[in-house]
């Protein structure tokens, strides 16, 4: 009887979350260093990101070059919130905008003054882009290589609006909110605990949010038009609009990071839409593994991680790097470290002889 690779297994699969989130738990018990609290609640931003992606590339086929767009103007809508919080009746206008001329408050800001709203809008306004995006793209049935620089020539055309708006947008200097986050009256201290379960509890919401959509009907055909869109059309559903909801899921989970990422820096800029961040994100879930929602995570965390630490040391040097090490994932373990795991294990299981073709090559979206 031929043994199962653990690594296939669902419980197995659950059982590495509650691992993985219960060292998580540890860290902010453990150290009383508030610089490296907060890079670590950026680490749990990055690796939301790489999740978001990982469901819409590994387990939707679709290669989203531009999920920087919905990360970008998540981060916006906080900032902005965070923003007008700092601002009064008397004092409506951003400094910024003073510099530029302006006598009144755009009318785009005014719902952003309302911090319930704002949050709102910061969530919304990204999630509905994709959904329209998508929608006009895979109705078209747009896909693949083609998706993929449509994504991109959006993400390159976005970053220039932003620029140019500098009256809206304060240009390629960003908005730089004064003050923390305020909830009520609670101020999030981008520097303290509850920044870091702030952030890692969104992790955890969207990684279970993601498995459950995998294990359900929904992700059985996201995962099968995946492998065979026509023969998916051929059995009577709609391709189209499971494209469209798993890309838009996605975008909410990148808008969430956004919204993350700007409480934690108090600092947002077009750099968010730039073309080399939305790369980044490929690369974070490409060497952890896009069929692995855990595995893209972890991606994230190395890649950051020894980017913060060896970063500094090769300055640019460290793009080559990093590209290198990148080629050689791709052609070595084209499903990323998860593959390597997952071949380990069955071997493992196996007694180092190979059970079958089947057993010993990493599935492609086994997790």
């Known amino acids: 009887m031929l043994k199962q690779n653990p690594y296939q ?53 679709i290669l989203n070059l531009g999920q920087g767009i919905a990360f970008g103007l998540g981060a916006y ?3 902005m919130t965070m923003q007008m919080q700092t601002q009064d009746a008397a004092d409506p206008i951003p400094p910024f905008m003073l510099n530029n001329g302006l006598d009144a408050l755009p009318a785009i800001w005014e719902p952003f003054a309302n911090t319930g709203l704002g949050i709102f809008l910061a969530l919304a306004v990204p999630t509905l882009y994709c959904l329209i995006f998508g929608a006009l793209m895979f109705q078209a049935r747009v896909s693949g290589p083609f998706f993929a620089i449509m994504t991109l020539a ?78 998916v059309r051929f059995l009577g559903y709609n391709v189209a609009v499971y494209e469209t909801l798993i890309y838009t899921i996605s975008g909410l989970m990148a808008a969430l990071a956004g919204c993350c990422f700007a409480y934690l820096t108090q600092y947002v800029s077009p750099s968010q839409f730039d073309v080399s961040f939305s790369i980044s994100i490929v690369i974070w879930a490409a060497i952890g593994g896009r069929g692995s929602l855990l595995w893209a995570i972890l991606g994230a965390f190395i890649v950051q991680g020894a980017q913060s630490y060896l970063g500094d040391e090769f300055l640019n040097t460290w793009i080559l790097i990093l590209g290198f090490f990148f080629i050689l994932v791709v052609r070595f373990l084209p499903t990323g470290l998860a593959g390597l795991v997952e071949t380990l294990l069955g071997r493992l299981v196996s007694g180092g002889i190979s059970l079958s073709p089947g057993i010993e090559q990493p599935s492609k979206s086994s997790e």
Request: glycine share 8%; hydrophobic share 50%.
């Open 77 to 79: 809508g906080m900032a």
């Open 154 to 231: 959006m993400l390159s055309a976005i970053y220039t609006v932003f620029i140019d708006l500098q009256y809206l947008t304060n240009g390629v200097n960003g908005i730089s909110p004064p003050q923390s986050l305020m909830l009520g009256s609670l101020e999030v201290d981008p520097y303290s605990t509850t920044s870091f379960w702030g952030v890692y509890i969104v992790l955890l919401v969207c990684t279970i949010a993601a498995k459950l959509i995998t294990l359900s009907k929904f992700g059985l055909i996201v995962r099968a038009q995946n492998n065979d869109a026509e023969r």
């Open 9 to 61: 297994n669902v419980r197995y699969q659950w059982g590495a979350y509650a691992v993985f989130f219960a060292l998580i738990a540890l860290i902010p018990l453990s150290m009383d260093d508030a610089f490296l609290l907060n890079q670590l609640s950026t680490y749990g931003v990055y690796g939301i990101l790489a999740l978001s992606l990982s469901l819409c590339w590994g387990f939707g086929g």
